[in-house]
């Protein structure tokens, strides 16, 4: 007993809180290790299932519709590839923080916290610019078909999708925390020029300029709308024309193409369909073979087709009309 006692005195402090280190960070490294690995297992596995599911339900497509194909044609992710990533990598994120919460408080912990609370914000920003691409190119459109025959449509239509874009823009970087110093004071100062090129134009004299500037536009969009409707006009008379020429030229009682005849309906005292072999009622007994019409014998090869007292002269002729035949029977 007083042997065993000595010996652990014998040992110094130093070794023995080293050892119990040792002893205390071994679970702690295996935990990190392990929050690590599945937390890698489950991040790979949900960046197949979100690809896959996003390339089944047709989030492309969308997302192309919405105005971002411009900004994704040089890149090698498809929009459904690139929210794969993100989820991929918020997940390796979240893995991190829990697998570096296991040593406790420490500077990394809170780097990895402070990144994970910002994604949220970094989402929502996203969402933003998505929302004002797609309003911007459904905006361009419509600008694009009412003003489309007109000199300015296409420009037009153009400026007002920028002007969304950059307004969806501007929200997105303040919504992040990003150059809000920077796109704050630009925004202001936008509005405020606009406002000031009004308010100098109006009272400094300009307004007779824009006046005239704005009646020869307005003469101008009139003359354009008078033509666009004159074309309309025309079209629609070319339709109608060639509807009526069609109706015209066609034959009385041809069905129109893609009509079902018409069944004739029956008259009251209409013959019924003749058929080989038999009469129609009221009509002539059709002849039989070998017969004639009168009921004398057919006609031979050389009166196919005659009737009796319809032959050649020789034939046709008696004794009082051939000279020939009375020199016979002279005595």
């Known amino acids: ?16 809180d080293a050892l119990r280190n040792v002893v205390l960070f071994i679970p702690k490294f295996v935990a990190f290790l392990a929050i690590l690995v599945i937390g890698w297992l489950v991040a790979r596995l949900l960046l197949k299932v979100v690809d896959t599911v996003l ?13 971002i194909k411009a900004a994704l044609a040089r890149s090698r992710y498809d929009a459904s590839d690139i929210v794969a990533k993100l989820v991929y990598y918020a997940v390796l994120l979240f893995t991190l923080q829990l697998a570096f919460g296991v040593w406790g408080p420490n500077p990394v912990s809170a780097l990895i916290g402070g990144i994970v609370a910002w994604l949220p ?17 459904a905006v361009r459109d419509l600008i694009t078909g009412a003003l489309g025959g007109l000199s300015y449509g296409r420009a037009l239509a153009n400026v007002a999708s920028w002007f969304i874009i950059a307004i969806g823009v501007i929200a997105a970087l303040n ?3 990003v150059a809000t110093t920077v796109t704050t004071p630009i925004l202001v100062a936008v509005l405020a020029t606009i406002a000031g090129i009004l308010i100098v134009g109006v009272g ?7 006046q005239n500037r704005l009646e020869r536009w307005l003469d101008r969009v009139s003359a354009e709308s008078a033509t666009i409707s004159e074309h309309a006009r025309a079209y629609s008379a070319g339709q ?23 069944a004739e309906p029956a008259r009251a005292g209409a013959r019924p369909a003749y058929r080989p072999g038999t009469s129609t009622p009221g009509g002539p007994t059709p002849p039989t073979p070998g017969t004639s019409r009168a009921g004398g014998p057919a006609p031979g090869p050389g009166g196919l087709g005659r009737e009796p007292g319809t032959g050649d002269d020789a ?16 005595p």
């Not at 400094?204 to 824009?210: A, E, K, S």
């Not at 109608?240 to 034959?251: D, G, I, L, S």
């Not at 034939?315 to 002279?330: H, I, K, L």
């Open 1 to 16: 007993m007083t042997e065993s006692l000595a010996a652990s005195a014998a040992v110094p402090r130093p070794i023995s």
């Open 55 to 67: 390339e089944r339900i047709g989030f492309d497509r969308w997302v192309e519709r919405g105005g």
């Open 121 to 137: 914000r970094a989402f929502v920003a996203v969402i933003i610019v998505v929302v004002a691409s797609a309003i911007a190119g």
């Open 175 to 177: 919504q992040i925390g």
């Open 204 to 210: 400094g004299g300009l307004v007779r300029p824009m």
């Open 240 to 262: 109608r024309a060639a509807a009526e020429r069609y109706a015209a030229e066609r034959p009385a009682g041809e069905p129109v193409a893609g009509e079902p005849h018409p």
């Open 315 to 330: 034939t046709r002729s008696g004794p009082a009309t051939n000279p020939r035949a009375r020199d016979d029977r002279a």
